[in-house]
């Protein structure tokens, strides 16, 4: 079939903790996903500097992890001939697509 004219879409769907911070929370930051509601988990006590440690290896260790996952979704949508990829809101940290 001529593809002239077409446009080959992929949705990706996958498991990912929010790409997202406020003033009360920073997801990336934390070892699980959480509630939304008020000052929860690690980000309450990052002024203790152990717990700010930990949060950096957690980051650190999440975005590595984003990494080869998005490089796996990138080279089977290349092999896929897809043309657009669409990924869900706040998927992908800023700091995984600079050096994938």
């Known amino acids: 079939m001529d593809r002239a004219g077409l446009l080959k879409i992929a949705l990706v769907q996958m498991h990912y903790l929010p790409a997202f ?22 980000f309450a006590l990052s002024s203790i500097p152990e717990i700010s440690q930990l949060q950096d ?11 080869q996952r998005l490089k796996t979704v990138l080279d089977y949508a290349s092999k896929s001939k897809v043309d657009l990829l669409v990924f869900p809101e706040y998927c ?7 050096r994938t």
């Open 21 to 42: 911070s406020s003033p009360s929370i920073s997801w990336m930051d934390e070892p699980t996903l959480l509630d939304v509601t008020g000052d929860t988990g690690l």
């Open 92 to 98: 992908i940290p800023l700091a995984a697509c600079r």
């Open 57 to 67: 290896e957690l980051r650190r260790d999440y975005i590595a992890w984003m990494e």
